[in-house]
């Protein structure tokens, strides 16, 4: 996967996560405007039953829906990323987007990467010598 299929991949899940949760929290606030939860002190113990109310949940569900392919779409770039960097020479830059991604800061790795970063699929030259046919 190329450095450029990785970069798309990564801005399109950025952007239907974003999208997805502005959704969710319009539904939200459109919900506390009408009315639309039963509340017991702070907390949401119900709902009323009304077209607004089913119509606000779908439109949660499809924002929750939107943040998951989001979610998936960021895990697939970190992979191709990660099998990108692979065949370089150089291992730093797999093992640094390897290990942040392990430890759930991989969008700082992937951010850097696809700034900064290598791409693995793009010929580079040679850096060994080859020896004369004489020699």
Do not use: C, Q
Not at 90 to 98: A, D, I, N
């Amino acid at each position: 996967m190329t450095k450029a299929t990785v970069t798309r991949i990564f801005i399109g899940g950025a952007l239907a996560a974003t999208a997805g949760a502005i959704l969710a929290i319009v539904a939200v606030w459109i919900g506390i405007a009408n009315d639309v939860f039963v509340m017991n002190g702070p907390d949401i113990v119900g709902l009323r039953e009304s077209a607004v109310t089913w119509s606000l949940l779908g439109l949660g569900i499809v924002g929750a829906l939107a943040i998951a392919a989001g979610l998936i779409a960021g895990l697939v770039s970190w992979i191709g990323a990660l099998l990108n960097l692979a065949p370089l020479e150089s291992k730093t830059w797999f093992v640094v987007l390897l290990l942040l991604g392990m430890v759930n800061l991989g969008i700082f790795g992937m951010i850097a990467y696809l700034i900064v970063g290598p791409d693995g699929t793009k010929a580079t030259p040679s850096r060994r010598m080859h020896a004369a046919a004489g020699a």
